[in-house]
């Protein structure tokens, strides 16, 4: 239980503190912590239950597109500002790094493993991010429709 | 239309111009550019925006005006606010000169973070990713030390050359080696822990989103180069940190 809330401070401080060094406007800096708390909580508990790290991803990247898009809705904000610090943490980082550190280590076979792994981390967060595109498309075309 | 010398493409060709260096997607600058074209009365503007350069028409017809971008940064709040304008230009009709008046302002002074609240952000941040990838609360200070030094030599040697990737190197060797000595020291509990989370706020977050928005929106060309910056960026990092691990073999 403490794990879980000292991963939520961490997620929101880091997401927020992500917004400041881009520069976000100052209003938008809770908001981004929340999506990234949010998205990050999600991927943490799939985690936990052993899903697949690719598709807990996938999953956690899908819920960050719909947050910051329902948060540039309401706050009319480009939805730029939202997915990158909500992404953020999703990004693969840690694999990454584990990757180059095999190269430089000579271990090629470890590495080409983990840089096909960072590979398909990056091909998720991508099928999270067209998810909330996809939504928003199919909602301005319902809306046209409409009389 | 009191002066000549404010035309429209020249107001479009400036609001694309702060969007792109600010590192909007190309697909955002080239709609805000097209709409405040059309709340001017253009029918038929073209727009065409890429990484390194603008160009506008009238019409596809017409004589096509063309702008460099050299430098680029990130600053999610210039963004914004051309967004904010674009929105007003179409909903009131701003006369010429004024909107053109507003954009030079707003290029010039838009409120930023000052340099030590955003290396107090990079110093958080750095520690909480230690905490959230696994670290333990050992790794939580050193993580700290070292994203703060390697944040604040990225910013100084990015004043002072003019190649960027160079800079992102120097900064993640300075992680690699505040991490080692840490470590050597008896401070922390997994050195991995502390350089994968003091090496976080040199991600290159925006591009990499950037890069896949505008991939899907269909522009090839922006998203590939963005994505092959933002590579660069990746290898700069990890060439700093395994120069330091090739030095010192912890």
Same mark, same amino acid.
């Given at each position: ?52 790290? %690719? ?12 947050? !910051? @898009? +329902?948060?540039?809705? &309401? ?42 792994? %960072? ?12 998810? !909330? @595109? +996809?939504?928003?498309? &199919? ?9 | ?250």
């Amino acid at each position: 239980m403490f794990d879980i809330i000292v991963q939520l401070a961490a997620s929101f401080i880091a997401s927020a503190g992500f917004g400041v060094l881009f520069n976000a406007p100052k209003k938008s800096l809770i908001p981004c912590g929340l999506v990234g708390m949010l998205g990050w909580i999600l991927f943490y508990t799939l985690r936990e239950f052993h899903v697949d790290i %690719v598709a807990a991803t996938t999953f956690a990247a899908i819920l960050v597109s719909i947050l !910051s @898009q +329902v948060c540039s809705r &309401i706050l009319k904000r480009p939805i730029i500002i939202f997915t990158v610090s909500g992404i953020i943490p999703l990004v693969p980082g840690g694999v990454a790094y584990n990757a180059m550190r095999n190269f430089v280590e000579n271990d090629y076979n470890t590495a080409i493993q983990l840089s096909a792994q %960072v590979m398909l981390l990056a091909g998720g967060i991508a099928i999270g991010l067209m998810f !909330s @595109q +996809v939504i928003n498309q &199919i909602m301005m075309k319902l809306q046209k429709t409409k009389p | 239309m009191s002066k000549q010398s404010v035309t429209v493409e020249k107001i479009c060709l400036l609001a694309g111009k702060i969007m792109l260096a600010s590192g909007a997607e190309t697909y955002r600058v080239e709609d805000t550019m097209d709409r405040i074209a059309q709340s001017y009365g253009v029918e038929n503007p073209q727009s065409y925006a890429t990484l390194t350069g603008l160009h506008f028409s009238l019409d596809y017809t017409e004589s096509s005006y063309f702008l460099r971008i050299t430098k680029r940064a990130t600053d999610l709040h210039k963004i914004d606010d051309v967004n904010q304008l674009s929105r007003e230009i179409v909903a009131y009709q701003l006369p010429l000169e004024t909107a053109y008046h507003k954009l030079k302002t707003l290029e010039k002074n838009v409120p930023t973070f000052s340099l030590s609240f955003q290396v107090l952000a990079a110093t958080l941040v750095s520690g909480c990713f230690s905490l959230m990838f696994g670290g333990t609360w050992a790794d939580f200070l050193p993580a700290c030390l070292a994203g703060s030094i390697g944040y604040s030599t990225m910013i100084l040697f990015d004043k002072m050359i003019e190649i960027r990737f160079l800079a992102e190197f120097i900064g993640s060797s300075f992680i690699g080696l505040t991490a080692a000595i840490c470590f050597l020291l008896g401070f922390g509990g997994s050195l991995e822990m502390i350089i994968i989370g003091a090496v976080m706020p040199l991600v290159p977050g925006l591009p990499i989103t950037n890069a896949i928005r505008d991939l899907m929106a269909g522009h090839l060309v922006s998203g590939v180069s963005k994505g092959i910056e933002s590579l660069l960026t990746a290898v700069a990092i990890g060439a700093g940190i395994a120069m330091v691990y090739g030095f010192f073999p912890v």
